[in-house]
């Protein structure tokens, strides 16, 4: 963050100091909420939680180097202290449902207008540019596309994972500082004005939108209210802002009439201003295709997997272009660019010759298909046999059913050779049951009932050359099946 004394900061979140020797006193440092990793020169964030209360780590933080504490009541060191009066937050995917009183909303709201007026200073005086993403899918491989691309022209900062709501946002937001040239974020919703919110935190110059898909259906109610939701980023922009909208997407495209910025459309249609031709996948499923923008084109060849990756290439080349990068710039920094964040189309092969796609942080219709049509175009080319490890997908309300249903049709049109249906209620019966009807036959599709009975199925059965992927929401924790496979172990990669 922008340095701030805590008489500055407490004027910012209308919060009073307690115990503060020095008003003056220098933050330095950056928020966190973890008190293991605190720095010196940070701000400690005490947010009571369901199973701790940051704020009986207060004292520690402190002594680890906090300035203060960011905090709902004080406690015995410095700190600057809000009341649930000051404020509060939109209900995302943070619960603060142990959050009787309202500190946890207190300490969030704070958290929020902290980093406004943080990004705002910084934007003003260095120049900083906010770049937001979101979309039903692919918004943290596009973030993490970003960052690479970004990366040549400027210091970035861009959050772990999909560190992407009301806690998350913020957070990221205060990671940037003077030395900071990009912000990439990521922008989720699970109801109308969610997105809105999130970009008064951090306003963005530059906006992505990927595609308006089925994810958290039971949430929105349509995809109507979805596209309503996700366009209130292209909404939040500037005049002089650019918009980033999927030309494949009628209603991401659509967008261009809810927005002042500049608009640049991309995709594989021939009226994207910067478009893919000659898609094709290479024998590890890494696509490659050729890049059109500016009446120059330049082949590009990707290190991540699956084909749905050149949408969120071309998304990120756009922004990179808008930024000062050149198409050769572009081209290498796409080239180069791995996968950075955890359980999201990870490949590795194990020392028995076994191949794990890693795809289990999350799941929707759509991240689901295209996961699977990376399976088969892994395997099928090499004669390897495929495994799909398929949990529930979350939040699809009354198509859920339904949803599930056609992922187990598609696996056997696709020809996945072995699907394992993990999970005892109706969307888990729904796909295996879907993919029996169409045409699936012995145990071509198998329901079992959790992790351990997919993990003792697999120790049975695989075989070195096979190809597994695993994926499903994140609740049901189905990283364990692929971390087994790999012998990761979960601590290894938890935040």
């Not at 995709?267 to 500016?294: C, K, M, P």
Request: proline share 4%.
């Amino acid at each position: 963050m922008i340095e701030m004394t805590l008489r500055e900061i407490a004027n910012v979140v209308g919060g009073e100091l307690h115990d503060v020797v020095d008003p003056q006193a220098l933050v330095t440092g950056s928020v966190e909420f973890d008190s293991r990793r605190i720095g010196s020169g940070d701000l400690f964030l005490a947010l009571p939680g369901a199973n701790s209360d940051g704020h009986d780590y207060a004292a520690k933080a402190v002594a680890a180097g906090a300035v203060a504490v960011l905090a709902a009541r004080p406690v015995g060191v410095p700190a600057i202290v809000v009341r649930p009066e000051h404020g509060s937050v939109p209900a995302t995917s943070v619960a603060l449902s142990h959050d009787g009183d309202g500190s946890g909303a207190a300490v969030l709201a704070a958290l929020a207008e902290l980093a406004r007026v943080s990004t705002q200073r910084l934007a003003e005086r260095t120049g900083l540019t906010v770049v937001g993403v979101t979309g039903s899918s692919g918004k943290t491989s596009t973030k993490d596309l970003l960052a690479a691309v970004l990366a040549p022209l400027g210091a970035v900062v861009a959050p772990p994972g999909s560190f992407n709501n009301e806690l998350g946002h913020p957070w990221t937001a205060l990671r940037a500082d003077a030395d900071t040239r990009f912000l990439a974020l990521e922008l989720s919703a699970r109801g109308r004005g969610h997105i809105a919110e999130l970009a008064r935190i951090a306003p963005p110059r530059i906006g992505v939108v990927l595609n308006v898909g089925t994810a958290h259906l039971g949430e929105f109610g349509s995809r109507e209210a979805i596209a309503q939701t996700k366009g209130e980023l292209v909404e939040a922009l500037p005049p002089e802002g650019l918009a980033v909208l999927n030309a494949d997407d009628p209603n991401v495209a659509a967008m261009a009439s809810r927005t002042k910025a500049r608009v640049v459309t991309v995709g594989l249609s021939g009226d994207a201003d910067i478009r893919a031709t000659d898609v094709g996948t290479d024998e590890q499923a890494r696509a490659h295709f050729t890049l059109h923008a500016g009446g120059e084109s330049i082949p590009i060849q990707l290190a991540v997997h699956g084909e749905h990756q050149v949408g969120n290439a071309l998304a990120a080349a756009a922004v990179a272009l808008e930024c000062g990068a050149d198409l050769a710039t572009v081209a290498e920094a796409l080239s180069g660019a791995t996968a950075a964040s955890v359980r999201r189309m990870d490949v590795t092969t194990t020392a028995a010759g076994v191949t794990v796609i890693n795809d289990s942080y999350n799941a929707n219709p759509d991240s689901v298909r295209a996961a699977l049509k990376a399976l088969v175009t892994l395997a099928k080319p090499a004669e390897r046999r495929s495994w799909a490890v398929l949990g529930e997908m979350g939040e699809l309300g009354d198509t859920s059913v339904i949803e599930h249903d056609a992922i187990g049709r598609l696996a056997v049109r696709l020809d996945v050779d072995r699907l394992i249906v993990v999970g005892t209620g109706r969307p888990s019966h729904g796909m295996h049951q879907g993919a029996v009807m169409e045409g699936s036959w012995g145990e071509e599709s198998i329901l079992v009932p959790d992790i351990d009975a997919a993990i003792a199925l697999l120790d049975d059965e695989i075989a070195p050359g096979d190809v597994v992927l695993v994926k499903a929401s994140k609740a049901v924790g189905l990283w364990a099946v692929a971390e087994h496979l790999t012998g990761a172990a979960e601590g290894n990669t938890a935040r």
